[in-house]
T-cell receptor
Framework: DQQVKQNSPSLSVQEGRISILNCDYT??????FLWYKKYPAEGPTFLIS?????DKNEDGRFTVFLNKSAKHLSLHIVPSQPGDSAVYFC?????????????FGKGTLLTVNP | GEEVAQTPKHLVRGEGQKAKLYCAPI?????VFWYQQVLKNEFKFLIS????????ETGMPKERFSAKCLPNSPCSLEIQATKLEDSAVYFC???????????FGPGTRLTVL
């Protein structure tokens, strides 16, 4: 029973263009969402987060959008750079239920071509 | 320190042997989490601590897995009598407070032969 789903295993974009990574969730108790980037043989690196009281959060080239009614969030990277090539994980937690563990999706491999 | 530190980087054990993994959270962080990554991209939550107290252990296979976070010592995750299926990368993460983002260490790759 996958509560966080990243349906695209991979995505390829051209340098300078926008990368859009998608994530869906099923557990309505989730109220805090995070995106992590992971390079091979390294730990996940925190990128950006969003609370369920917001529908958008922006940090530099990274913007996360949350659509609660659709139980969907997306990460936009603009402009994409070759160094952004990595696996991106969507994660969620239910802070309101005092449940701070993260539930992860299976990741999307982003390749940014020069 | 400013980063989560995990040791060792790699650990090889024969089936039935004990394995012990260590994690030093970021200084000032109150919460520590352990995750197991199997099949390359699947993360499974194991256990969390608030300071030295177990906060959530719903993910722990209790028969062979145990964990501690003692004052002034690295946190540890111990697997008694390892099995082939325990082969995975084990990540430790810490957060400043309960509602904050978690910062991950580089992981320990455990191989059980």
């Amino acid at each position: 029973d996958q509560q966080v789903k990243q349906n695209s295993p991979s995505l390829s974009v051209q340098e300078g263009r926008i990368s859009i990574l998608n994530c869906d969730y099923t557990n309505s108790m989730f109220d805090y969402f995070l995106w992590y980037k992971k390079y091979p043989a390294e730990g996940p690196t925190f990128l950006i987060s969003i609370s369920s009281i917001k529908d958008k959060n922006e940090d530099g080239r990274f913007t996360v959008f949350l659509n609660k009614s659709a139980k969907h969030l997306s990460l936009h990277i603009v402009p994409s750079q070759p160094g952004d090539s990595a696996v991106y994980f969507c994660a969620a937690s239910a802070l309101g239920g005092s449940n701070y563990k993260l539930t992860f999706g299976k990741g999307t491999l982003l390749t940014v071509n020069p | 320190g400013e980063e989560v530190a995990q040791t060792p980087k790699h650990l090889v054990r024969g089936e039935g042997q004990k394995a012990k993994l260590y994690c030093a959270p970021i200084k000032g962080h109150s919460y520590v989490f352990w995750y197991q990554q199997v099949l390359k991209n699947e993360f499974k939550f194991l256990i969390s601590f608030q300071n030295e107290n177990v906060f959530d252990e719903t993910g722990m296979p209790k028969e062979r897995f145990s964990a501690k976070c003692l004052p002034n010592s690295p946190c540890s995750l111990e697997i008694q009598a390892t099995k082939l299926e325990d082969s995975a990368v084990y990540f430790c993460a810490s957060s400043q407070d309960r509602g904050n983002e978690q910062f991950f260490g580089p992981g320990t790759r455990l191989t059980v032969l």
